[in-house]
């Protein structure tokens, strides 16, 4: 686990440790716009970003096919990336307090399960069907092909 949280962090992060192990990371409660360099730590299964300064969820966080919790609430974001809902194994999210202005308030707090099929709904068949090979691939499911 990596807590960086109330530490006055501001602007991009960018400084992912490089780890295979690395389960949890906690940045919440910072001043961060952006965090890239998600891909180091690939079996992140927790990611904590709520009280921060983020107007786009990064790409990254779509690459994370072990994720299980994503607490994003309390920022500035207007939108979330529908890839989001393609991530199986995340079963908890947390979206209170952002300016989401595609997403009514009954979705924002109606829990994961229902958030991802909403989100779903906005990706059309090849994108998912590309996603989900990539996924496949990713985490070595027999059969799969890049």
Same mark, same amino acid.
């Given at each position: ?5 109330? @530490? /006055? ?20 409660? @910072? ?5 890239? @360099? ?16 983020? /107007? ?18 309390? @920022? ?58 990539? /996924?496949? %691939? %990713? ?8």
């Amino acid at each position: 686990m990596l807590d960086l949280h109330q @530490n /006055q962090l501001s602007g991009e992060f960018y400084s992912v440790p490089t780890s295979k192990k690395l389960d949890s990371l906690l940045l919440s409660f @910072n001043f961060i716009t952006g965090i890239i @360099n998600l891909d180091r730590c690939p079996n992140l299964s927790v990611l904590d970003l709520h009280n921060n300064k983020l /107007q786009n969820l990064p790409d990254g966080v779509c690459t994370l096919y072990n994720l299980k919790t994503l607490t994003i609430s309390n @920022n500035d974001l207007s939108d979330i990336n529908p890839k989001l809902s393609l991530l199986d194994s995340l079963v908890r999210i947390t979206i209170e307090g952002n300016p989401l202005r595609a997403i009514k308030p009954a979705m924002r707090s109606a829990g994961a399960v229902q958030l991802k099929k909403f989100l779903k709904l906005r990706l059309d068949d090849s994108e998912i069907a590309q996603e989900e090979k990539k /996924q496949a %691939v %990713v985490l070595g499911i027999p059969g799969a092909r890049s």
